[in-house]
């Protein structure tokens, strides 16, 4: 995945939340709180997305 499509993608969704995810920086990016709290609810959802699939294989 190409680095813009993944940052719009990114945007996309802070402005569907309406929270600031990712700061963004000329140094980089950084999560911001909501962002690593987000993490953790996706990675939760990516888990039990990979157990179903498992489960119906």
Do not use: C, F
């Amino acid at each position: 995945m190409r680095v813009s499509t993944l940052s719009r993608a990114v945007s996309r969704l802070e402005d569907k939340l309406a929270v600031t995810l990712v700061e963004r920086s000329p140094t980089g990016i950084h999560a911001t709180a909501s962002g690593r709290q987000a993490m953790r609810h996706i990675r939760r959802v990516l888990n039990e997305t990979n157990a179903m699939k498992e489960t119906l294989e």
